[in-house]
């Protein structure tokens, strides 16, 4: 029995190791999203989490603060985004790179690649000349390239998100891909895709030699929290009166810092386990987070049993805003997955399969697709009913949504050489500045023949068609209003021509 104490005692996890799991769960509490291998749309997506999480995770229930940053300066020359900037300001004063080190999930993950048995590569000149090449990444991946692409394209480019960032390889595109329900989303993977495969592996083998080398050496996350370490709350604090300058505390770190609470220290405390002298306490402001053990340093006993109590508490009440995430995140998404009869979107379904008997009603091939109405951005009417007898395209896009705004000059082109067929673009319910109707006055799309809508949360055109919020959707009808195709995919003009010789030889 006292063996097996010991070995729990020796293998259990750190309060670190601990909190950065909480994190990782917190920031990914969609549990359902693994499951049926869709998105979380709730409200809490536009809120930015401290971490790197990937938004495009089937559990996440928040947006990454570099992808919102990317997106927000692509669009500044709308608005400047005071609300991005004012996320990462707070979190910046608040926890500076604390954040890396106890509250990012990629951080834990390097760090188990780590623990893997092999030789290390130690930190030396060498590394830290490489860390301040994350400040580039920063400067041309998330600054320049979404401003310079955004003003002369007016389409978002989160640039890093899209080229570099192993979150969101492994987060994103791994997550939904894993998923059996995701199958039709191979086709649409590329050479971006396989670059990023390999940017992914070639990261994750360079940790498990080196400590947290995408960390250390390219994440503009940490780049821009290293910038508040010097004035963030939050953070290890060294005890002028103990410490005796032996340096012991920055041979042992494994980043790159020159001292302690530098631009590179992420906080982990570490150090503390080798400070001689008790000089070195993890603190926010006046309070003590954690800090050497009963007789390394001064404070008494009592002081070291209240620290512990309120330790305790504060995981008591951690693991209850867990358990509340996880319940609520994912309770809600299953009734927004299934509103009740009576509501507008079900409502049309009902009723159109009332008239229709001869064939099922649904967003699925072979079924015929849901009446509905809605309105348009010209101020006019789309009635379903009213264009049976002709072939219909619908199109699921978004502003924010690089892909769909690419594809749409095809449907207008489609349209003008087929008066014949009917185009209908309706915007995603998620809008952010410029707004569906500013963006399209902008782009000169006011007189295209093709009709603009626009999606909200009473309507639910998104689930009607059977979408999520992976854009761009395209669904083909038949003259009879069967649904003869239905992808999230993108679209050339040679795809639109072939899906409407389809729709036309089903008559």
């Not at 980043?255 to 220290?265: A, F, K, Q, V």
């Not at 006011?446 to 603009?452: E, G, K, V």
Request: one cysteine or more.
């Amino acid at each position: 029995m006292g063996k097996m104490t010991a070995w729990l005692k020796k293998h259990m996890p750190s309060t670190r190791r601990l909190v950065q799991l909480y994190a990782a769960l917190l920031y990914n509490a969609h549990i359902r999203g693994f499951i049926d291998g869709k998105l979380f749309q709730g409200n809490t997506k536009a809120l930015c989490v401290p971490g790197l999480n990937c938004y495009s995770c089937p559990g996440a229930i928040g947006a990454c603060p570099l992808g919102a940053l990317q997106n927000a300066l692509a669009a500044a020359k709308h608005t400047a985004p005071w609300y991005v900037l004012g996320i990462l300001l707070l979190y910046g004063i608040m926890l500076g790179r604390t954040i890396c080190g106890w509250l990012c999930p990629l951080g834990l993950i390097q760090e188990l690649l780590h623990r893997i048995p092999t030789p290390k590569i130690r930190k030396s000149r060498i590394t830290r000349a490489l860390s301040w090449l994350k400040y580039i990444v920063l400067a041309v991946f998330v600054i320049a390239l979404p401003l310079i692409y955004g003003a002369a394209n007016n389409l978002p480019l989160p640039a890093f998100c899209k080229y570099i960032c192993p979150a969101g390889t492994l987060e994103g595109a791994g997550g939904l891909l894993a998923n059996p329900n995701n199958t039709d989303l191979f086709s649409q993977l590329g050479i971006l895709f396989t670059r990023k495969s390999v940017i992914l592996m070639v990261l994750f083998l360079a940790c498990v030699f080196c400590y947290r080398a995408f960390c250390r050496f390219l994440c503009p996350l940490g780049a821009i929290y290293g910038l508040f370490n010097r004035f963030a709350f939050t953070g290890v604090r060294v005890d002028p009166h103990r410490c005796n300058h032996c340096g012991a505390c920055v041979r042992h770190c494994e980043m790159d810092i020159r001292h302690i609470g530098d631009h590179e220290c992420i906080s982990c405390g570490k150090c503390m386990a080798h400070c001689a002298q008790g000089a070195v306490s993890l603190k926010c402001g006046r309070i003590t987070l954690m800090g050497p053990e009963t007789g390394r340093n001064a404070d008494p006993a009592p002081v070291i049993r209240k620290r512990k109590q309120r330790g305790r508490i504060a995981w008591g009440i951690l693991l209850a805003v867990l358990v509340f995430a996880v319940v609520y995140f994912n309770t809600q998404n299953a009734t927004e997955a299934a509103p009740e009869s009576g509501t507008p979107a079900v409502a049309e379904r009902e009723a159109a399969a009332d008239r229709t008997s001869a064939l099922s009603v649904g967003p699925e091939v072979g079924n015929q697709l849901a009446d509905f109405t809605v309105s348009l951005l010209d101020g006019s009417t789309f009635h379903l009913a009213d264009y049976r007898g002709k072939v219909v395209f619908i199109n699921e896009w978004a502003t924010w949504c690089t892909p769909c705004v690419g594809e749409l000059p095809y449907f207008e082109q489609l349209q003008e050489e087929h008066p014949e067929i009917v185009v209908l673009a309706f915007h995603h319910e998620m809008e952010v500045h410029p707004t569906a109707e500013e963006y399209i006055r902008e782009k000169g799309w006011s007189d295209w023949q093709i009709r603009f809508g626009k999606d909200d949360a009473s309507l639910g055109l998104n689930a009607l068609i059977g979408g999520d919020s992976a854009l761009p959707r395209t669904v083909v009808l038949n003259r009879r209003g069967e649904v003869i195709y239905n992808e999230q995919h993108s679209l050339t003009p040679e795809m639109l021509a072939r899906l409407l010789e389809k729709a036309k030889s089903q008559e």
